[in-house]
């Protein structure tokens, strides 16, 4: 439900207030940086035994961030950007901060990223007792987000104009082609964390929400590409 | 970014974390398994 209610409320968000996501983007950076330093900080004591409480609101924010449900909301919207008709305005408004969207999605993920990868090292010498789904799950949630993570540091990066006017047309877009493994490692992450949950309403919607955006954009990617294909032939 | 813009943006971070620090409660126990 979580992402749901994300993606809406980003991609509101993101359209509403696409001029100024572009006017203010270090801004934004700077005061998203200033939330996911703070979110880091409440993820180190609690792998340190604390237990970390906030007033309500204020928790299902953090929480958001710290399940990674508003980085993957970002994410998502970032990916069906590159699948958009350009004719329409929404699409035009939207894909105006791609690059921006991309890097905000990318400082809200690293608390996620830092929480999760610490835990399962603290919490490994639980997998002894692991079997079957289970054991095979915790170490594919591990692996694709060992994997996602180590795509996403050079996509983030490269995608700063800065970084970008560095490097040569082709070499930037060959990088960003990455793109689609992240894409995968963070639907096989996703249905790896769900798939072990006890059945319940909460479980099988995530499941069923993630598979038809994921396998939803594998579908408009392909379509793309063959039209665009199919225009160069012509 | 000019001079004007830096400080709101400051000032919207202290905000930020004045209220990520007093909407906070660490105490010992709990944490991860």
């Not at chain 1, 005061?31 to 996911?36: A, L």
């Not at chain 1, 490692?185 to 993630?210: A, E, G």
């Not at chain 2, 000019?2 to 126990?29: E, M, P, R, W």
């Amino acid at each position: 439900m979580n992402i749901s209610i994300c993606i809406l409320t980003a991609l509101i968000l993101a359209y509403f207030f696409s001029d100024i996501i572009k006017k203010y983007s270090l801004q934004l950076y700077i005061i998203t940086g200033t939330i996911s330093i703070i979110a880091i900080v409440h993820t180190i004591f609690i792998l340190n035994g604390y237990r970390v409480e906030y007033i309500s609101g204020l928790g299902k924010f953090m929480d958001l961030i710290d399940s990674g449900a508003m980085g993957g909301a970002l994410f998502i919207i970032v990916m069906y950007m590159g699948v958009l008709d350009m004719k329409q305005k929404v699409s035009k408004k939207l894909r105006m901060n791609r690059a921006e969207i991309s890097i905000l999605a990318c400082i809200v993920t690293i608390p996620h990223n830092i929480h999760y990868f610490f835990e399962f090292l603290i919490n490994s010498h639980n997998l002894g007792e692991m079997k079957g789904l289970s054991l095979w799950s915790n170490l594919m949630m591990f692996a694709s987000g060992v994997f996602a993570v180590a795509i996403m540091i050079p996509l983030f990066v490269t995608s700063f104009q800065y970084f970008r006017k560095k490097m040569k047309g082709k070499e930037w877009k060959t990088l960003q082609e990455f793109a689609y493994i992240f894409y995968a490692m963070i639907y096989i992450q996703v249905m790896n964390v769900f798939i072990v949950r006890p059945n319940s309403f909460d479980r099988n919607f995530n499941l069923v929400i993630y598979s038809v955006i994921f396998l939803s954009y594998t579908v408009f990617r392909i379509v793309k590409l063959f039209r665009m294909k199919r225009m160069r032939a012509a | 970014m000019n001079k004007k813009s830096l400080i709101v943006t400051i000032g919207i971070c202290i905000g930020i974390a004045l209220i990520l620090y007093f909407g906070t409660s660490i105490s010992i126990g709990g944490g991860i398994n």
